[in-house]
């Protein structure tokens, strides 16, 4: 039996609360060489190397599927770099940027089928551009004109999650449903539904999140009723300014464990790594074996969102040393080196995100303004008398002191 006694962080951080040059060093290394477990496909140089645990789940990725997964990531960076501009010209009240996190998003949600579920964060802009949603879609929420433009049910993707790690109880619930639905676990023609297709849940979190009350909650519910949704943590490294390693003693991954479901640390700069590990946790979960952590080690290269000034705790030459491990670069130089990809198809890619960009922005800048009683129209898809009297009370009370049907006649319609 163990002595109790008290938990003194490592002296390594100083007073200053800054991870040392070492941690840092540490910290890259076990994204490609330095941690046996870490599941990695492509290496930061651009070369294809083998996992016998996951190489079958990326046997399809052929060079055509390759340039798919490049041209992903390339647009996506474009527009969340156009996105970040708006809001320093102030068209948009804050972003929240994925710069260096592509990998991590487009692999996991490439790996999903049409009737699987997500439930994001409020970050994950590449997941949302692999359900089909337009980036156009995502700009009421960060322009404070809506609540979000897409339909949940029809892309299978839920709206963003602003509560830190509350979208966990959420997706827990939701897997759990499909659970006592009988859709997983199923053979062809069985369950449900006559030829009903099995289903999973993947929920999006980072690490900060993982401090969360809601996040082990989540965890809990779903370890005890099996219930079929992939946690996927991105470890970015950092929880706006607090390290991981001051918030965890061990990997985040291994804290899977202690709740009776596998955990699993993929290179999240690796798209391939990404998707094929994504695709397998999927699976397990279809099948019926209940849930799993699939924490993604990347890095995020820009701010926590633009009101955070990521130079106030991180050091400069850590970001430069994670520029080497840019996920977009390794897929280029693979596409060159290992395909003959010629410069042709890049500078089509290119193009094609130079036009979204300025699409992305056209549509920011032609935005209506909501109508002012778009807040009591939008509450109840059916109408409800103590929303319709307020909503008249505030009518009354404009009324009395500005133009005549400058409001009254106000609909909120298309707004």
């Not at 046997?59 to 970040?84: I, S």
């Not at 619930?173 to 997983?184: C, I, K, N, T």
């Not at 079929?228 to 706006?240: G, H, K, L, M, T």
């Not at 999240?268 to 924490?295: F, H, K, M, Q």
């Amino acid at each position: 039996m163990t002595v109790p006694h008290e938990w003194v962080p490592p002296a390594t951080l100083g007073a200053e609360q800054h991870p040392s040059r070492e941690q840092v060093l540490a910290g890259l290394k076990g994204t490609d060489e330095g941690d046996p477990d870490l599941v990695q496909l492509l290496t930061p140089e651009g070369e294809r190397v083998s996992d016998p645990r996951f190489d079958r789940y990326a046997t399809d990725l052929d060079v055509a599927a390759l340039r798919g997964l490049y041209r992903d990531m390339v647009l996506v960076r474009r527009f969340d770099r156009e996105a970040n501009a708006l809001q320093r010209q102030g068209q948009l009240g804050i972003w929240v940027p994925l710069l260096g996190q592509e990998a991590a998003q487009i692999g996991a949600g490439r790996a999903l089928q049409p009737q699987d579920m997500a439930f994001p964060s409020y970050r994950e802009h590449g997941v949302a551009w692999t359900r089909g949603i337009d980036p156009t879609e995502l700009l009421g929420i960060f322009r404070g004109t809506d609540q979000g433009g897409w339909d949940p049910k029809a892309t299978r993707f839920h709206l963003y999650t602003i509560v830190i790690g509350n979208q966990c109880l959420n997706a827990a619930g939701y897997a759990m449903g499909q659970r006592f639905e009988g859709r997983v676990g199923n053979a062809v023609g069985e369950g449900a539904d006559a030829g009903s297709v099995n289903e999973a849940t993947i929920c999006f979190f980072g690490d900060g999140a993982t401090s969360q009350g809601d996040v082990h909650e989540g965890f809990v519910w779903a370890a005890v009723y099996d219930a079929p949704v992939v946690f996927y943590c991105q470890n970015n490294q950092w929880a706006i300014s607090e390290p991981t390693e001051r918030q965890s003693r061990v990997p985040l991954y291994k804290r899977a464990g202690g709740y009776g479901f596998p955990g699993v640390r993929v290179d999240g700069n690796d798209v391939l790594a990404c998707l094929a590990v994504t695709r397998w946790a999927l699976e397990e979960c279809r099948s019926g074996n209940g849930p799993v952590l699939i924490e993604a080690f990347t890095y995020r290269m820009d701010a926590h969102t633009t009101s955070d000034d990521p130079s106030r705790y991180r050091l400069a030459d850590e970001l430069e040393l994670w520029k080497l491990k840019d996920p977009i670069e390794r897929v280029r130089v693979n596409l060159v080196r290992e395909h003959g990809v010629g410069q042709e198809f890049f500078a089509e890619v290119q193009a094609e995100s130079d036009e979204l960009a300025a699409r992305f922005r056209e549509f920011c800048l032609q935005m209506p303004p909501p109508a002012p009683d778009r807040m009591f129209s939008e509450v109840y898809a059916g109408g409800s008398p103590t929303v319709d009297a307020q909503r008249e009370e505030y009518l009354a009370y404009h009324e009395s002191f500005e133009p005549e049907g400058s409001l009254s006649g106000a609909s909120g319609e298309g707004a």
